[in-house]
């Protein structure tokens, strides 16, 4: 039996129907390029055939570039069981943070994070320490956590690249228990949806019944999940409205019939191939016509479940039944999972008239995704929990359904502590703006939208007019004495979003930094 190579990539697009349905729009671009092929044959006329050709060719590439997406951003997924443990170890790993092509976002599912009433009423008060872990190795890349959303101990957080603040719009979250009858949030999942340059995303962190006989209730729960969980926005009021959807965390699937000697030998000998057939969410996928709609990369990394703790070893335990009886290891399995399912488009009724149908599709796929995942695996390194972290790196290809940020702002002239500075915004398109938006002033590298040196209120009397330059003074007693890279940014309280960045500049460290002691006078090019 041949052991297992690398993955091949996965790929999968908006521009094409579900798999029974193909697009009709590729094959209208098909005929056009066979169109011009004959063309060429055909022809007697030079003339003639320059003319068609031309049409033809002109026809071909506007569908070209119809379907084709322009830009393209990196996605970095993880998801993990920390097992109530607490995150004393490097993230630098888990987060790949020398990957190229470098990453634009970051999302991060935990499961059985702590929630002791204790703990779960301090982590309300300030950050979890987990996403203490995360904020701090990624502010100093750039990035900024967006926004988080935690039940008990799911939590799920996400970080973008600064640049992409301004284009990251109408984000919100949800929950869903579905512990003991719905009433408990031990078991559940949470959502973050948002729109990433006009197109929708939604990421659901999942943890769903454990143990072995529990795989129908699992898909129902998840089911359960999808239906009842909803959105204030009119055009993707549930999750699968949304473009694209990530379902991902420890879903509990196991990997049946198979007896623990059987396991242990096809993981150690690399054959993981042999255990596919019975792992649960494979066989329920081919019974579920919704979960066909998920997509997966092949499992070509260990079962992720379960460890020792603080080894590479799998269950050496022999837990006890509740008459006090020695019971069985847990076998390894597969629990923990990344998925993704691209909208499909709406299949064509017999009513409508091909006009109707050709107009349909080609208004759906004017602005296309493609998904492609580059990576699917494991991280070993990790053991403070009984699971393995996974992780899963996508591809994101798009045509971006706007690019100009909804407000502009600037600072104007030399900043410094020593003098009062003046700043300048306008509203470039009109989106719910309030007189209780503010600008905050942010040092490069900053964690959240919360995470700002100082603050000024947006003008109190009136909503500005679109493109009208408001000027806005900065009192030189709230700008930092000391000099750095700072960003002004636009913060919209309807939105709950960072609406608009500037460039970085420069703030001069003060005359009042050196008499004060903050920093090392220099006389003469020497410090004193």
């Given at each position: 039996m041949e052991l297992l190579t690398d993955s091949p990539r996965v790929r999968s697009d908006s521009t094409s129907s579900s798999a029974s349905q193909g697009s009709k729009s590729k094959t209208v671009l098909r005929q056009r390029l066979s169109q011009l092929l004959t063309c060429i044959e055909d022809m007697s006329s030079d003339d003639e055939a320059s003319e068609e050709v031309s049409r033809t060719l002109e026809e071909a590439f506007q569908l070209c570039g119809r379907f084709i997406p322009t830009d393209a951003f990196r996605l970095h997924i993880v998801t993990w069981n920390v097992a109530t443990a607490e995150p004393s170890e490097d993230a630098t790993s888990l987060l790949q943070l020398d990957a190229q092509p470098p990453t634009d976002i970051y999302v991060i599912g935990l499961q059985e994070v702590n929630a002791t009433p204790v703990r779960f009423i301090t982590d309300l008060i300030s950050e979890d320490s987990w996403s203490h872990v995360f904020m701090n190795s990624l502010a100093p890349r750039g990035f900024v956590k967006v926004t988080s959303v935690r039940m008990q101990g799911l939590l799920l957080l996400l970080f973008a690249k600064q640049i992409h603040l301004p284009y990251i719009r109408n984000i919100q979250t949800t929950y869903t228990r579905t512990g003991v009858f719905g009433y408990w949030g031990n078991k559940g999942g949470v959502s973050v949806r948002f729109s990433f340059y006009g197109q929708m995303l939604c990421f659901l962190n999942c943890h769903l019944a454990a143990h072995m006989?529990?795989?129908?209730?699992?898909?129902?729960?998840?089911?359960?999940?999808?239906?009842?969980?909803?959105?204030?926005?009119?055009?993707?009021?549930?999750?699968?409205?949304?473009?694209?959807?990530?379902?991902?965390?420890?879903?509990?699937?196991?990997?049946?019939?198979?007896?623990?000697?059987?396991?242990?030998?096809?993981?150690?000998?690399?054959?993981?191939?042999?255990?596919?057939?019975?792992?649960?969410?494979?066989?329920?996928?081919?019974?579920?016509?919704?979960?066909?709609?998920?997509?997966?990369?092949?499992?070509?990394?260990?079962?992720?479940?379960?460890?020792?703790?603080?080894?590479?070893?799998?269950?050496?335990?022999?837990?006890?039944?509740?008459?006090?009886?020695?019971?069985?290891?847990?076998?390894?399995?597969?629990?923990?999972?990344?998925?993704?399912?691209?909208?499909?488009?709406?299949?064509?009724?017999?009513?409508?008239?091909?006009?109707?149908?050709?107009?349909?599709?080609?208004?759906?796929?004017?602005?296309?995704?493609?998904?492609?995942?580059?990576?699917?695996?494991?991280?070993?390194?990790?053991?403070?929990?009984?699971?393995?972290?996974?992780?899963?790196?996508?591809?994101?290809?798009?045509?971006?359904?706007?690019?100009?940020?909804?407000?502009?702002?600037?600072?104007?002239?030399?900043?410094?502590?020593?003098?009062d500075a003046l700043l300048t915004y306008s509203v470039l398109e009109d989106f719910m703006s309030s007189t209780w938006d503010w600008i905050g002033l942010y040092k490069v590298g900053f964690k959240t939208a919360s995470d700002y040196e100082t603050f000024v209120w947006v003008r109190e009397n009136e909503l500005p007019e679109i493109n009208e330059v408001i000027q806005i003074s900065v009192d030189k007693g709230q700008i930092p004495l000391l000099g750095g890279q700072y960003v002004l940014g636009y913060y919209s309280t309807n939105m709950q979003s960072i609406t608009g960045l500037s460039d970085s500049f420069q703030i001069l460290e003060s005359k009042r930094a050196v008499m004060e002691g903050l920093v090392p006078e220099d006389i003469n090019g020497v410090n004193k």
């Open positions: 006989n529990n795989a129908l209730q699992r898909v129902d729960e998840f089911e359960y999940i999808l239906e009842t969980q909803d959105f204030d926005i009119y055009d993707t009021p549930q999750i699968r409205d949304h473009k694209v959807v990530f379902w991902f965390g420890d879903l509990n699937f196991r990997i049946a019939d198979h007896g623990l000697h059987f396991l242990r030998s096809s993981i150690n000998s690399g054959r993981l191939n042999l255990l596919w057939g019975k792992d649960q969410l494979i066989m329920m996928k081919k019974k579920e016509a919704f979960l066909q709609e998920f997509e997966e990369g092949p499992l070509n990394f260990k079962p992720t479940y379960k460890f020792d703790r603080n080894s590479d070893t799998y269950d050496t335990s022999t837990p006890k039944t509740w008459l006090g009886l020695n019971g069985k290891k847990r076998k390894p399995a597969w629990t923990d999972r990344i998925l993704w399912r691209i909208k499909p488009k709406p299949l064509p009724s017999e009513d409508d008239d091909e006009k109707a149908s050709t107009s349909t599709d080609e208004e759906q796929d004017e602005y296309p995704v493609l998904v492609t995942q580059d990576k699917y695996t494991s991280d070993m390194s990790y053991g403070v929990s009984d699971h393995k972290p996974v992780i899963a790196t996508f591809s994101l290809e798009l045509r971006k359904v706007f690019d100009t940020p909804l407000v502009r702002v600037s600072p104007v002239g030399i900043w410094s502590a020593d003098q």
